[in-house]
């Protein structure tokens, strides 16, 4: 249960953050090979094409990345047990 929830949790992070990013990435796209703004052109090009994409791929990689932390979190040992000694 704990790996799902991590791996929606790192599912909406990156989706986020891969919008973000997407936003940015379209806008320089647009300065930088002069998109035209003619009806809003430059504004659909960045909104339906970058976000989308940049969300896409953010989610799918935070997914991956917060689920093998989780998988690796369960595979390791929190809490070690006390060595016992021998009385002689």
């Known amino acids: 249960m704990k790996i799902a929830l991590l791996a929606l949790l790192g599912l909406v992070l990156g989706a986020l953050g891969g919008a973000a990013l997407g936003i940015g990435a379209g806008l320089a796209w647009v300065e930088i090979f002069k998109t035209a703004s003619f009806e809003g052109d430059s504004g ?37 047990e006390p060595v016992r000694r021998h009385d002689r």
């Open 44 to 80: 659909m090009l960045v909104f339906f094409t970058f976000l989308p994409m940049g969300a896409a791929t953010g989610g799918i990689g935070g997914a991956l990345l917060f689920g093998i932390i989780a998988i690796r979190d369960a595979e390791i040992a929190i809490e070690r």
